[in-house]
């Protein structure tokens, strides 16, 4: 899966300990999801292209690179994608922020659509998808094809876990995709929870379990 980049950091690793642990409070969860979406954050804008421009230190002008930010969106899945947001927007304050709502049906396992919203011009904007665990792909793909009926040409997602069936189902529907994650876990079980995950992530974000 060449379009799929997993962070190799002991410092990710350490803090996928934490996360992962049961006993872990809602309030350093919260912090650790948002700050592990931002190290993802700045893996993902690794090709971002810069404008040349002129700027002026105390000493000289110089010629120096900046990024457009008004050409960057964030969608986050409804809800979870919501406790990655904080992370991503300290990499790039003035992108705009979309908002995907979906549930997981319990019978079929499958996304179930309820609220779309995004900026204006979302066509002409680089997005990227934020969602803490990609299970199944399914919620993935859903978000992905209506950006993609919208006329979004460049999306990348990003995620804290990712299991190997979620991966393999973008990747080989949607190869234009790039995905980032913090660590690819071993599979899905029988209720199509990764194993060995973190849990229910909009759970321990919200405090709600």
């Not at 060449?2 to 642990?21: G, Q, S, T, W």
């Not at 990024?67 to 960057?72: F, S, V």
């Not at 994650?181 to 229910?200: R, S, T, W």
């Amino acid at each position: 899966m060449d379009n799929v980049f997993e962070l190799n950091h002991p410092l990710i690793e350490h803090k996928l300990a934490i996360l992962r642990d049961k006993n872990t409070s809602t309030k350093e969860f919260r912090e650790l999801i948002s700050e592990i979406g931002m190290f993802l954050c700045f893996e993902a804008m690794r090709d971002a292209k810069l404008k040349r421009v002129e700027v002026e230190t105390p000493l000289k002008k110089i010629k120096t690179g900046k990024l457009d930010e008004d050409k960057y969106a964030f969608v986050p899945i409804l809800r979870a994608g919501m406790g990655m947001l904080d992370g991503v927007i300290r990499v790039i304050p003035n992108a705009k922020i979309g908002h995907i709502g979906m549930y997981r049906n319990e019978e079929t396992f499958e996304p179930v659509n309820y609220f779309y919203k995004v900026p204006k011009n979302i066509d002409k904007r680089e997005v990227i998808i934020l969602d803490p665990m990609l299970a199944t792909g399914g919620s993935g793909l859903d978000a992905i094809e209506l950006l993609k009926k919208n006329g979004v040409k460049k999306i990348k997602f990003i995620c804290i876990i990712a299991a190997p069936e979620g991966l393999k189902r973008i990747t080989e529907k949607y190869k234009d995709v790039k995905i980032y994650c913090a660590h690819i876990d071993e599979k899905l079980n029988e209720n199509k929870y990764i194993i060995p995950g973190l849990g229910d992530a909009g759970d321990r974000i919200y405090g709600t379990k």
